[in-house]
């Protein structure tokens, strides 16, 4: 079975300045989805960037972009240019390419943005 | 605007009702959907996944009678939590990829906070 790691439980950034948040997994497929979703305090899922496993280069959404290190199995988020809009729980998924497309969940790591 | 409706987003009942939740994709047809747990400040905990016209398949340690599912249409997917207890006491959210193709991104209701009394 996945699982998926995200060894940061806190984080706290500057704003305006740049916060990596970091997510590692393990699989023995090939090919898959990962995603970095956002919670803020409504609890509503936002999803805030997604790579596909067969792709070598990283994906970027304006602010966000990921390293995606496919044999080390990690799959980090940058957030540049932080705003306070940005603070909330991210939660960095995993999810097979073919099969079911259930969403396996790291726990999650609180980004606190201070002014 | 929203693409995935959970309803409803708020109930506190009382020790041993029946408690129906529902999730509805409102553009699109979702022949599956998935229910996930989440206690707070935790992660989300998938529990069953939900299919149009069949049974739900259930991930381990999930009492099947206790939270049933049913799929009856491909807009709709309820969770019916069974002579709820206040353990039972969660955030519920549904969850329903869009479209045919697998690299669709899963679209989320805005959840279900259930207290149990």
Same mark, same amino acid.
């Given at each position: ?5 995200q ?28 995603f970095?979703? #956002?919670?803020?305090?409504s ?9 596909? !496993? @067969?792709?070598? %280069?990283?994906a970027? $959404? ?11 199995k990690?799959?980090?988020? #940058? ?6 809009g ?6 960095? !998924? @995993?999810?097979? %390419?073919?099969?079911? $497309? ?8 609180k ?5 | ?10 109930v ?12 509805r ?53 309820t ?26 991104p899963q ?11």
């Amino acid at each position: 079975a996945q699982t998926v790691t995200q060894s940061q439980p806190e984080m706290s950034v500057q704003e305006a300045e740049t916060v990596t948040l970091s997510c590692t997994y393990d699989t023995s497929e090939s090919d898959y989805y990962l995603f970095w979703y #956002k919670q803020p305090p409504s609890r509503q899922m936002i999803l805030v960037i997604r790579q596909e !496993a @067969y792709k070598q %280069q990283n994906a970027t $959404e304006n602010r966000f972009s990921v390293n995606f290190q496919k044999a080390a199995k990690s799959f980090s988020l #940058k957030i540049s240019d932080s705003q306070l809009g940005d603070a909330a729980m991210y939660f960095c !998924a @995993y999810r097979s %390419q073919g099969g079911s $497309e259930k969403l396996v969940f790291g726990k999650g790591t609180k980004l606190t943005v201070n002014p | 605007g929203a693409v995935v409706s959970q309803h409803p987003s708020w109930v506190i009942c009382k020790s041993g009702t029946s408690v129906k939740i529902e999730c509805r994709s409102l553009d699109f047809q979702a022949t599956t959907m998935f229910w996930y747990r989440q206690f707070p400040k935790q992660s989300l905990m998938l529990m069953a996944t939900s299919n149009e016209g069949s049974k739900a398949t259930y991930e381990q340690g999930v009492e099947k009678d206790k939270f049933l599912i049913n799929h009856a249409s491909l807009t709709l997917s309820t969770l019916t939590v069974t002579s709820a207890h206040p353990e039972d006491s969660s955030f519920y959210i549904c969850s329903a990829p869009r479209g045919y193709y697998s690299n669709q991104p899963q679209h989320f209701g805005d959840g279900t906070r259930l207290s149990i009394l």
